[in-house]
Nanobody, 125 residues
Framework: QVQLVESGGGSVQAGGSLRLSCAAS????????MSWFRQAPGKEREFVTA????????GYADSVKGRFTISRDNAKNTVYLQMNSLKPEDTAVYYC??????????????????WGQGTQVTVSS
């Protein structure tokens, strides 16, 4: 069993930056593929970025590529999402997620079985 807790959300102006953190406990963090998804009001949860067990393989949604960066520190059981050049359309609740044992990398939300409660990111124009 894995527990995930996101932090670092808040309200910023367009063009600003935020760094989200996701602290994991209750499992062997280094064995899990990790990801970030987001969900805006009235919309489905969508993929943002993901990383394999050591962060050596990463991928990004086209909408955030070049602006967001995922990283992980297995010694601290934490995954990060650095968000730069934020846009109003980035406004959403951001969730981190951990995959099933054996998952290497996935952009599919159905491949992730452990989810945090989310942290709100609001970007004003």
């Amino acid at each position: 069993q894995v527990q995930l807790v996101e932090s670092g959300g808040g309200s910023v102006q367009a063009g600003g930056s935020l760094r989200l953190s996701c602290a994991a406990s209750g499992g062997t963090f280094s064995r899990y593929a990790m990801s970030w998804f987001r969900q805006a009001p009235g919309k489905e949860r969508e993929f943002v970025t993901a990383a394999n067990w050591n962060g050596g393989s990463t991928g990004y949604a086209d909408s955030v590529k070049g602006r967001f960066t995922i990283s992980r520190d297995n010694a601290k059981n934490t995954v990060y999402l650095q968000m730069n050049s934020l846009k109003p359309e980035d406004t959403a609740v951001y969730y981190c997620a951990a995959g099933q044992r054996g998952l290497y990398y996935s952009r599919n939300k159905n491949d992730y079985i452990y989810w945090g409660q989310g942290t709100q990111v609001t970007v004003s124009s």
